[in-house]
């Protein structure tokens, strides 16, 4: 067996996981530490004869790595060594080292928490930090803590920066893996690219054919651009060389093509996303070219939707890809960008925890029992903002109830394994009979889009594939009589997965008499999954989402004059959604299935330009009206509120007041700035407190014309009652006796100084200033002169007749010399007149 560089740190390995439970591997590209740990590790005396269980991020590197080590030993796949992923197992009695994609160990830990039979858990390229590999480890952490003291964890990666990971597995055992198999050397672009993609990577292609031996292992961003390249391609490349696409939506076959070696005297340029960046060994490679692309789901917290993004590729990921090229020979790297903008590359691809959708992740963080994300150990916690609309997603497919705990229904979505959105609509399809159906439209979302090229965005309509997938099913032969630009591989290959889906999953019998008007139910099965984004047609064309958000079409088309729709996929880039794919809804459906989450809403409205009240009756579901129309018979109690509701928006000014009642108010304002006891009435309080002094007497009203006829000095009175009103009148009198007998009115208009204003010589004789409100507050005199213009302000009548009433008499007296100015004040005899009755006689 050749010697591996990781070969050298096995050993230092072995010894760190015997006297502890974790630890973390670091190696580089082509070291080896995918299929020669695990081996090393297996006859460990700590395991004793428990299995390995190796995580790999994708399923091709699942079934490459279980291949390679089972012919290290001399097996086939399946004895000492197997693998399980999704739709495909194999595994025996024998198996002692099971290499799983991530999804498989979360259902293996959901399934048996403790992992009997499991002494190891290796998580390989760990530094590619998908949602389930940060899950798999927080329920592999929490079932060591509690359950399995012995268990053993070891985290491997070729650019995982070890502290935080070993600092959360509470480990000092880092173990590093120095130098790949062989020397890459590293070329970059002299400047940046200017031109599209495919010219370049076309034009990169043909010159390393020309200048290198060996294979090209080619990196872009997703499977359109690779369709782009080989179509470059054809027919300008030598003879002896194969192109080969390598995605995640092709065949297992076909991927298995695309990473063997090229047949004697031939040689082959795979065009890969970054399905071949890590755990792989393409046959014969040298050669790569890297876009320095990558495309991932971004998931937007403000619109609650995921978006494909093609993004720059950061340093660790761009290091993998460099390093397929030194797995079996020397290499070489072409990087399809300049030195200086390398510099300016992200240290480190972001956590998909930190980009994707937690939907999923949401539902097994309550399926294992947790109330909450902090009951578990992350390296990167869920964020909040996200991972709270997930939880919302899930109560409203009813798989989490108020609390947040798991229901029934949403036990049976996890244990389907699917996204919960796919797996809620199969749930709901099979008790529908339309079980069948829901499994290939199920594939069909899940999947890449059948159409191919313009015909995609022409035709959004969903109905339009999987009336496409139903009947290639009933007749393959027939396909080529279809006028569908579809892609045949990926028809078949959706056909494939539904039809494992329907055998596995345990659905119920089907209807043959609803499947056979299966494109009546096509939409309600889509809602079904995106309940969120039902959506309404506007009379512009636009649609409303039941979520609030708009969305549009980029083409003209047929599906865009249906009054509903159910949206299965929408790019959020800008201010709208547009839609991608979708189905039409009927208001029948929406009426039937989705009546409880109905709101049935009066809005009982005051009509400003009208002058009265207006009652209509809203049907809603979400942010979209299904019905706005009047109601004839709105109740009292309805009207009542409305009109309570005007003079809470409009204030109390709109109420009949006079000069009496506004009196009274004042009156009742200035007994409760000196006693709390008394009730605010400030406009502002009556305002807010209308419902309890003002409803009573308007029960019988309508319009703004009602309101006039109110008597607000009655209801203010009433509301104190008679015992206050009595006091009312003898704390906070309407008005003062002053000694010329005059009945004079108190003002109240600033409830800390009442006033009154009277004529000078009306209040000869009056010593003390007149005080109210139990004593309390002293009544401001305004004094006039005998044409009732204001000579003085006081609220101190005696200092004012010692000190300062002879100023003013002097020049009252010259100006008014026919009235009466007495020298004494105080014993003089007040008047109306001129002067008293008994001076004029004398």
Same mark, same amino acid.
């Given at each position: 067996m050749t010697l591996l560089p990781i070969d050298n740190v096995l050993p230092e390995l072995q010894e760190h996981l015997r006297k502890g439970c974790s630890a973390v591997l670091l190696a580089e590209p082509g070291a080896g530490k995918t299929t020669r740990t695990p081996l090393k590790l297996l006859n460990e005396p700590w395991l004793d004869g428990q299995g390995i269980l190796l995580l790999e991020p994708r399923r091709l590197a699942a079934r490459s790595a279980a291949t390679y080590m089972a012919k290290q030993l001399g097996e086939s796949v399946g004895e000492t060594i197997g693998y399980r992923i999704r739709s495909d197992s194999r595994v025996s009695s024998r198996t002692r080292i099971t290499v799983v994609t991530e999804g498989i160990l979360t259902r293996m830990l959901q399934n048996d928490p403790a992992l009997i039979g499991t002494g190891l858990i290796i998580f390989d390229e760990f530094h590619e930090r998908s949602i389930h590999a940060d899950l798999g480890l927080a329920l592999a952490l929490q079932s060591q803590q509690l359950l399995r003291e012995d268990l053993r964890i070891l985290i491997m990666s070729a650019t995982l920066d070890p502290e935080p990971i070993a600092q959360l597995l509470g480990t000092s055992s880092v173990i590093q893996s120095l130098g790949r198999n062989y020397p890459v050397e590293t070329r970059y672009l002299t400047t940046s690219i200017k031109e599209h993609l495919e010219v370049t990577v076309e034009r990169a292609i043909t010159s390393a054919l020309r200048a290198h031996q060996g294979s090209i292992l080619v990196f872009l961003p997703g499977a359109r651009e690779i369709r782009r390249v080989e179509r470059r391609l054809a027919g300008i490349i030598p003879s002896d060389v194969i192109v080969t696409p390598l995605f995640g939506a092709l065949s297992q076959a076909e991927q298995q093509r695309a990473i063997e070696a090229a047949p004697p005297g031939k040689r082959k340029v795979v065009l890969a996303t970054s399905i071949a960046e890590s755990s792989l060994t393409v046959d014969g490679v040298t050669v790569v070219i890297d876009s320095g692309l990558r495309r991932t789901d971004l998931f937007s917290s403000r619109t609650g939707m995921s978006r494909l993004v093609t993004t720059r590729a950061a340093r660790d990921s761009a290091d993998q890809r460099r390093g397929r090229a030194g797995r079996t020979a020397p290499g070489v790297c072409y990087r399809l960008w300049s030195e200086s903008d390398d510099h300016a590359l992200a240290e480190r691809t972001p956590p998909e925890m930190l980009e994707a959708d937690l939907t999923p992740l949401a539902l097994e963080v309550a399926a294992w029992g947790a109330s909450s994300t902090d009951e578990l150990d992350w390296l990167d916690a869920p964020p909040v903002a996200p991972y709270n609309q997930a939880v919302q997603v899930l109560r409203q497919l009813g798989a989490l109830d108020d609390q947040h705990r798991i229901t029934n229904h949403g036990i049976k979505m996890s244990e389907l394994g699917l996204h919960p959105r796919l797996a809620h609509m199969l749930l709901r399809a099979d008790a529908l009979g339309l079980g069948r159906v829901a499994c290939r439209l199920a594939a069909l979302l899940e999947e890449r889009d059948l159409f191919k090229g313009q015909l995609a965005g022409r035709d959004c309509d969903m109905v339009s594939r999987l009336s496409l997938l139903m009947e290639y099913?009933?007749?393959?032969?027939?396909?080529?009589?279809?006028?569908?630009?579809?892609?045949?591989?990926?028809?078949?290959?959706?056909?494939?997965?539904?039809?494992?889906?329907?055998?596995?999953?345990?659905?119920?019998?089907?209807?043959?008499?609803?499947?056979?008007?299966?494109?009546?139910?096509?939409?309600?099965?889509?809602?079904?999954?995106?309940?969120?984004?039902?959506?309404?047609?506007?009379?512009?064309?636009?649609?409303?989402?039941?979520?609030?958000?708009?969305?549009?079409?980029?083409?003209?088309?047929?599906?865009?004059?249906?009054?509903?729709?159910?949206?299965?996929?929408?790019?959020?880039?800008?201010?709208?959604?547009?839609?991608?794919?979708? !189905?039409?809804?009927?208001?029948?459906?929406?009426?039937?299935?989705?009546?409880?989450?109905?709101?049935?809403?009066?809005?009982?409205?005051?009509?400003?330009?009208?002058? +009265? #009240?207006?009652?209509?009756?809203?049907?809603?579901?979400?942010?979209?009206?299904?019905?706005? #129309?009047?109601?004839?018979?709105?109740?009292?109690?309805?009207?009542?509120?409305?009109?309570?509701?005007?003079?809470?928006?409009?204030?109390?000014?709109?109420?009949?007041?006079?000069? +009496?009642?506004?009196?009274?108010? !004042?009156? @009742?304002?200035? @007994?409760?700035?000196?006693?709390?006891?008394?009730?605010? #009435?400030?406009?502002?309080?009556?305002?807010?407190?209308?419902?309890?002094?003002?409803?009573?007497?308007?029960?019988?009203?309508?319009?703004?014309?009602?309101?006039?006829?109110?008597?607000?000095?009655?209801?203010?009175?009433?509301?104190?009652?008679?015992?206050?009103?009595q006091q009312l009148n003898t704390e906070a009198p309407t008005h003062l006796i002053i000694p010329s007998g005059s009945k004079v009115q108190i003002h109240y208009d600033d409830a800390q100084a009442p006033y009154v204003a009277v004529r000078l010589q009306e209040v000869f004789g009056m010593m003390e200033t007149p005080r109210i409100g139990y004593g309390q507050v002293k009544i401001t005199m305004h004094l006039l002169s005998p044409a009732s213009r204001p000579v003085q302000v006081t609220s101190d009548l005696q200092s004012f007749w010692k000190n300062t009433y002879f100023d003013v008499k002097k020049d009252l007296k010259g100006r008014y010399p026919k009235h009466y100015w007495p020298d004494d004040p105080l014993q003089a005899t007040a008047t109306r007149k001129v002067r008293p009755e008994a001076e004029g006689k004398r």
């Open positions: 099913d009933r007749s393959p032969s027939q396909l080529g009589k279809s006028h569908y630009d579809v892609d045949q591989a990926e028809l078949r290959r959706i056909l494939d997965v539904s039809r494992q889906w329907e055998k596995g999953l345990g659905l119920g019998k089907f209807s043959e008499e609803i499947e056979q008007d299966w494109q009546r139910y096509c939409g309600l099965l889509i809602s079904f999954a995106y309940p969120d984004r039902i959506a309404r047609r506007r009379p512009d064309g636009r649609y409303l989402l039941r979520s609030a958000r708009g969305a549009v079409f980029t083409h003209q088309q047929p599906l865009g004059m249906e009054d509903f729709l159910a949206i299965a996929e929408v790019d959020d880039q800008g201010t709208e959604s547009v839609i991608l794919l979708a !189905a039409s809804l009927t208001e029948s459906d929406l009426n039937t299935y989705y009546r409880e989450d109905m709101s049935d809403e009066k809005s009982v409205q005051w009509d400003e330009d009208a002058g +009265k #009240v207006k009652v209509r009756r809203r049907l809603t579901l979400g942010a979209i009206v299904l019905k706005d #129309v009047p109601d004839p018979n709105p109740t009292q109690e309805d009207i009542t509120q409305a009109l309570l509701q005007a003079v809470r928006v409009q204030g109390v000014s709109i109420l009949p007041w006079n000069s +009496k009642s506004r009196l009274l108010q !004042a009156r @009742m304002q200035f @007994m409760h700035k000196l006693d709390e006891r008394w009730p605010d #009435v400030s406009d502002e309080a009556l305002t807010t407190d209308s419902e309890q002094w003002l409803a009573p007497y308007i029960s019988n009203f309508r319009k703004r014309a009602d309101l006039q006829s109110l008597s607000l000095y009655s209801i203010l009175e009433n509301w104190l009652g008679w015992d206050r009103t």
